[in-house]
């Protein structure tokens, strides 16, 4: 350190400036890495809104095949709407929940069947 003033002031000045590239170059690399976690980040939606779209299809399909068709020639049974999705359903528990469902979709197209099996004769 110096008793020159404009020394000093130089001193100040470059310890300044080295001080702004630093902070500069930090916050670049920040940025990248932010960068990088969103690219991750919107992979990993885009996955999951697969993953959903394949999940609802495969709902609706069953739907379609175990509820509806069973149920279409079925005149005084008016077949609701498919059941809207449950946002906090897990989709790799599929399985279970159709296990959970399907013995109550068994039993309502059996009851159907014998209710309207005089009619159909």
Known sequence: MTDDPSARYKELLDTAHRAARTHSEHERARSLALIGEIAAEDKEITAAKEAEAKVTEEVTGWWRR?????????????????????PSADPENLKDYLAQVEPATDAL???VRRASWPRRC
């Open 66 to 86: 175990q509820v509806a068709a069973p149920l279409a020639d079925v005149s005084w049974l008016t077949l609701g709407s498919l059941p809207a999705a449950d």
């Open 109 to 111: 197209n059996a009851a």
